[in-house]
Each structure stands twice: as structure tokens, then as C-alpha cells.
């Protein structure tokens, strides 16, 4: 499976709140190395999705392969040491933390320090510690935070805690980084800067990126593919370019008007 | 009240901006010097002048005052001079001034009492503190402490015709029942606490919040009425009473610490604490060598990878989970090492008290220790000792004193230790009032309640 370059598939993934399907049936894959936008209107299912992926809700139905793994149904710590790393919507950091220790949480799984050692303070688990925070200072150092390691996270700016999101997604070395609309709430010029920091991401640290995203201009410059959701399923899937002239999200976005006007033209 | 403080000093040019702008070891200076002074003009014309009294702060003010944390091992002076006060306390309890109101400083064996308080105190400060879990069962791990050491050093074994005696001391005899060395005891106890926690965590953890407090409390009851009804456990079961803890009638004797003839001999060390001529100096500076084991281990899980997840899960489970923390297991190992503390603590409190009665382990044990740990203030190490402390020492002398001081002040005859529930509720409320994160808030606490969370726009107006 992992060897065709496919780094996460779904097959039929379904979700059902009560009556309500809330993901029906989606296939879905991220190509090892791209970065995919999932866009739809607000409730479309896409945090859903997301939550699916990362083990926060279990499928109804349907299959989650990740790098070759079945992670359907698995805890959300199961599925982040496989190597999947998110980010929050609504920014969730760990408030009465500082930077550092945010970030120093998102290595948990990486670090191998048991209780015995950390009470006894073995060299080996300072060594480790030491080169935790070094690691640490250096993510921060790559989403623009230096100098703000021991500030606590809740006195950070808005942009601070967002970047300081994706310094403690990349903590758990992912593979698949997804990012649940990052650039919520941010200026035109932080937007522009956060799609040059998720290319860069791509390119220098290997990253395969999910996105979702409801500013258009972030969607249509940084993605390599682009899926839509529209009450739970999928209605379109291809390049930027075709999705954007696709009539199902025209009318998706804009209603069956918009739709046909735009047939007609 | 404290805008009209400032107000007032700002007549004679002190704003409060330029009393922050001053050094911290001034400011700290000035608070002594207002203390001192009005110790002095209060306390001298009903008390007399008393040499004791003014060495004794100025001993104080040499610890407080300075700025310690800029010399090197700085940090250490006031754990340090604290530690040598405590270790030397059997020596200059003798010699103390009688204080206001409260009259005599805690004798020694409050003084140990104490010291077992401030474990059980920490070890509940894991759970509440660090990992922000409810738990209203704490007692639960107090009992199994103490019936560990209640069977594995006293008679009670007896009756089932097993005698073995490892290392055990100040056993009579010809007395019969398993008797193994108390410090072997404090290991068993503790580990068994420490199973208990998981065995309890394990269905309970899955909850949260409220629910959790709920169903520990329920725990809480059970191991009550446990002890209670423990001398004649599963009759039909097993056809005749299994008698875990002999009921209302309580184990006892249960054996004193001690370290055996041998050791004494080739080390010096007392053969048993009970008949030494120091006794009470014994088991207060064991207790202090138990309470600096737990707060070492404290201390180091605070800033270790473990203490970091309870931390995360307590501010956010969802994130920490998605930050690859394993929920349950990071929260169950919070019980585990929070009850390993009060298993540790309660074998030892009932070795020196020689008895376990079912009557210790009421439920309102559990918000005894919980109101220490909101006292000092949760997650705060230093704050919960004091907290531990302090509510151990009114709990045991305290309350008494203050009552006898009142009655004779005022004279009344009022039974003032009835009410001591009222008090505890009385000085939480105070505290929640004035010092919200507790009296020595740790210092995430400090910064969220002194910083505040900053109110962030969602939208960011530079945008505009």
C-alpha cells in the first residue's frame, strides 16, 4: 500500500451523529508528499473527517490506512506515534504551559524517559531532556517563536499560538501533518506568510500536509490536490483548477443560481 | 480596600508602580519591618520583652529578606534552613515563648502527625494538583497502607496460625502473627496503594470531571464501610467469615519501627522506636525523612516527561491525547504514585499510633487531605507541605488551643473542636476569597490568575 506513494487512504469512511450522517461513505487519499486542501462549507463534515483520521471520534463504518497501518478506530496517541501530527480549529495549546513545555508535551511519544529514570535523573534521561529542549528550541525557532520559549502560552498573540500549534504538531515528528484552518483570524499578509511556512515545511522537512481551509487563495495556491465535501460527501476531487470550475462546488458555495449562470456564460 | 491602601501611601509619594519597581529582597525587607513592628507594639506590652521571641525573627528575616536565588545552590538556603528547623525541632521545643492565642508550638507528636499529613497531602497533589483528577476517595489508599502494615506487623495473623517474623521489633514474647520489619512494610504498603490505585483507576479513570468525583467519592464510602463491616467478609462465598480487619474492634498492637538488634549493634542504629529513650525524636525525624522521599519524588516528576502530560491532560485531554499522551495510562500512573504516597503514609501513621481502627477511615478523611492540597494551592509542592501542615497542626491542637484561649478570653464554654469541619470550610472559603490559586500558588497558577488569559480577538485588528 505505502509503496505506490499513497501515504493515507480512507475506504467508505462514515460517520453517523444519531440520524445524522455526518461523513457518508468518503475515499479519500493523500499522495506521499503533497499537500491537500479539504475545503466544503461550514458543516460539511471536514473537522469531522479530521477527527476520524486522528482517532478523536471512531468510524461508523470504513477503513483509515495510514503508511501501510489499519489505524481505524485506534486511540489518538496510537495514531500520532504512527506519525500523523494536527493542529486544533479553535486553538487548543496547553494554556498554563509555557512554549517550550507545549512543544516539549507534543514529544512525548518520542522520548523514552520512564518513571524510575526520571526520579533517579539518570545521565542518559538528562541527555535526553537536554536534547529535548535543544529540538524544542529549534521547532520554535523554525515557526518564528524564538524568544517567546518561557511565555506562557495564553499571553501569546493570536498568530503566536497559532504558529506555536504547528511547533507542537511537528514535535511528534509526523509524517502527515494536518492543519485544521490554520490561517483562521490571521491578516492577508500573516495568510501569506503561513502558505510560504507550509510550502517550506514540504520541502524541507519531507512533510506530507493536509489541509483544511476555507480561504480560497491559500487553498488554490498551495494545494497540489483539493477535495470537497458537501454534507458529508465528497463532490469533487482534482487539481485546483478543476475543482474551481466544477459546477457541484459552484453550487455547493453558491446555490443553484450561481450554478447555472455560470453553466450558461 | 487595597486602591484605598494605595491611595493613601501615594500622599506621601509611594505609588504602587514604584513599590514594584523596587528590588524583591527591599520590598521584602519593608513586609518584615511592618511585621516586626507591629509584632512589637501588639505583642510586647501583653507578653513582655522575650529574647527567644526576637531571635527568632530575626533568624527569620536573615532566610526571607535576601535575594538567595542569585548565588549559587541560593535556591536551597530556605528549603535548607526550613529542613534544619524541622530536624532540630525536639531540641528548642522546650525553650519556646508561649505564642498568642494558639499558646504552645505542636508537640512532638503532632509535630510527626504533621509530617505524615504533608506525605498524604503530596501524594493527593499528584492527582489534584498535577493531573487536575477529582478525587474524593483518597481515604481508600490511606486504609490500605494501614491494614497492610496492620497485618503484616501485629498479631493478627494469629488467628489463622501463621507466625513468621522477619525483622520485625518490639514484638513481645511468644506472640504469635506475621511480624516483618516496618521499613519492608513501607515498600509492601506502598506498592499495594500503589495497585489499589491502578485496580480503581482503571474503570473510574474514563470519566471526567464531575463524574469522577462522583464515583471516587463512592469509593470513599466503600472503604468505610469496608473497614467496618471487615471482620466477617464473603460468609457464604467461602462457608465461614474471612476477617480482613477485625471490625469495630481494630488491629492491634501493630508493631513500632525499628531496626533490630544487629543493626544496632554494628551501626548504631535504635532497635525500636517505641522503647528508645528518643522516641518521639525518632518517629518525628523519620517522618521527615519519609516526607523529603516524597517531595524528591515530587519534585522530579514535576519536571519530567510524566509531569508534563498530567499538566497537558489537565489543561486540555483532547490535545494532550492528539500530542500522543496515552490518556488513560499518564492519568492511572497519576493514581498509582499518588496512592504509592498515601499507602507510604498511612502504614507509618498507624505503626506509631499500634492500632487500625475502622473509624479512621471515614469519608470526610478524603476532604481533609483535599482542603490541605486547595489550601496550599494545587500543583503547588511548597504550598501543599504548608497547607499539609497547617491543617494537620489545627486539626490535631489548633482548633483545641484556639477554643481554650477564646473560652477563657471570653468565658464561655464552648467546644470549639466540634465546629472543626466549620473552620476548615470557614478558611477555604477565606482563601478562595484573597488567594484564589491557594497560599503558595505554584507558578503556572500565579501566571494565569495574575496575568489573566488575555482576551484574544479572533479577529486581529491590524488587519484594518
Redesign the interface.
Known sequence: MSADGVLLQTDALRKEFGGLVAVNDVDFTIPRGAIVSLIGPNGAGKTTFFNMI???YKPTSGRVVFDGTDVTGK????V??RGIG?T?QNI??????TAL?NV???M????K?G?VR??A?TPGLRRE?REAKERARELLALCALTGRANR?A??L???D?RRLEVA??L??APKLLLLDEPTA????Q?TAEFTGFVQRLRTEQELTVLLIEHDMKVVMGVSDRVTVLDYGEKIAEGTPKDVQGNARVVEAYLGKAAAAAMAGT | MSERFWAALARVGWTEVRWQGLPSWQRRAVKMGVVGLVAVVVLAPLYGFDAAAYLAFLTVAAIYVPDWGRFRFGRLVLPAAVLALCVAYPYYLGSMPKLPIFKAFPTMTTAFTMTIFVMMALGLNIVVGYAGLLDLGYVAFYAIGAYTVAWLASPQAERYNWSVNIGGVGVPPGLGGIHISIWLVLIGAACLAALAGVVIGLPTLRLRGDYLAIVTLGFGEIVGVVATNGDCLFPKLVGHCVNLTNGSQGINPIDPPGFGHWLHDHLGLPVDFLSASNSLNLFLWAGIALCLFVI??SL??RD???G??W??IR??E??????????MRTKT?AYA?GAFMGGIAGAFLKSEQGGAFNTDFAFSFSIFVLCMVILGGMGSIWGVILGGAFLAYLNIEGIANFGGWYNATFHQNKDFTAYSYGVYGLILVLVMLFRPAGLVPSA??K??FE?G??D?????A??T
Not at chain 1, 487548543?92 to 504551559?97: G, H, T, Y
Open positions: 486522528t482517532g478523536v486511540p489518538p496517541h496510537y500520532t506515534e494536527r486544533f487548543r495549546l496547553f494554556k498554563e504551559m513545555e516539549l508535551v507534543g512525548h511519544a518520542r522520548l524517559g518513571i526520571s526520579i535523573r531532556e506562557y495564553h499571553s498573540p493570536y498568530g499560538q507542537r504538531a514535535a511528534t483570524g490571521m491578516n492577508p500573516e | 524528591y519524588c522530579r516528576l519530567s516527561k510524566l508534563r502530560a499538566v497537558a489543561e486540555d483532547t490535545a494532550a491525547a492528539a500530542m500522543g499522551v496515552p490518556l500512573w504514585i503556572r497558577a501566571a494565569e496575568l488569559v488575555e484574544q480577538p479572533l479577529m486581529d491590524r488587519t
